[in-house]
């Protein structure tokens, strides 16, 4: 079974400053990562994936993600936070023999503040 | 490209009732999955389809169900409705053309509330 781990509910970070919210995860074999964001009243917005090769990911809102398999830990990370950047992540997981499912973690709020 | 939709946004249901909750995947999406997003249990998967067949199943009871059709379109549906169905009910599609990398786009969700 795969699972997802958030260790943080919440995220508090000063506009300008870098940010990282964390997120470790269990699966058999190669994993496929992916980061979303859920702005309020809305679904959920894909950020970036890691499938293979460059451990840092590069994605959407100058988002990026580092890959880490010895410590099996995806973590979000942008150089500089914007007061906009203010939402809820969740980090997901899918196993190559789980078809589309997508197992989520418990999801970190992040709060910019200026 | 329009995006994924769902109707309602948001429903009113007594216990006891049944509900059903539309989605519209993305033009040239195949795939369509459900997920509930509660307070308590956060993000889980109820099914998937493809094809009009479901492909994979989330641990849910048998009350939950979903159909595809030849469109793509999906449906779900709740019968015997509980208070502890009250939750966000995503939506998403991807294109089922790269296997497991491939990326789901979710929909805004219909909210339900059971009272």
């Known amino acids: 079974a795969q699972s997802v781990a958030q260790p943080e509910d919440q995220v508090n970070v000063a506009e300008g400053n870098p940010l990282t919210v964390k997120c470790t995860y269990s699966?058999?074999?190669?994993?496929?990562l992916f980061w979303y964001v859920q702005y309020p009243n809305r679904g959920l917005q894909f950020l970036l994936k890691?499938?293979?090769?460059?451990?840092l990911v590069k994605g959407s809102y100058g988002f990026e993600a580092e890959f880490n398999k010895s410590q099996t830990s995806f973590h979000l990370k942008k150089p500089s936070a914007l007061v906009s950047d203010s939402a809820l992540y969740f980090c997901?997981?899918?196993?190559?023999?789980?078809?589309?499912?997508?197992?989520f973690g418990g999801g970190t709020r992040l709060m910019v503040k200026p | 490209k329009a995006g994924v939709t769902q109707t309602p946004r948001y429903l009113i249901k007594t216990r006891g009732q049944q509900v059903t909750l539309s989605c519209s995947p993305i033009?040239?999406?195949?795939?369509v999955s459900w997920y509930q997003q509660t307070p308590g249990q956060g993000l889980q998967f109820l099914f998937e389809?493809?094809?009009?067949?479901?492909?994979n199943k989330g641990n849910f009871p048998g009350r939950f169900s979903g159909r595809q059709f030849s469109n793509s379109r999906s449906e779900m549906n709740v019968s015997t409705l509980e208070l502890g169905d009250s939750a966000l009910y995503l939506c998403?599609?991807?294109?089922?053309?790269?296997?497991?990398?491939?990326?789901?786009?979710f929909g805004p969700g219909t909210r339900l509330l059971v009272l």
């Open positions: 033009s040239g999406h195949r795939s």
């Open positions: 997901a997981v899918r196993a190559r023999t789980a078809g589309n499912m997508l197992t």
């Open positions: 699966v058999s074999g190669n994993p496929y």
């Open positions: 890691y499938i293979t090769g460059d451990n």
């Open positions: 389809y493809f094809s009009e067949t479901q492909r």
């Open positions: 998403a599609s991807s294109p089922n053309t790269q296997g497991p990398q491939e990326t789901q786009y």
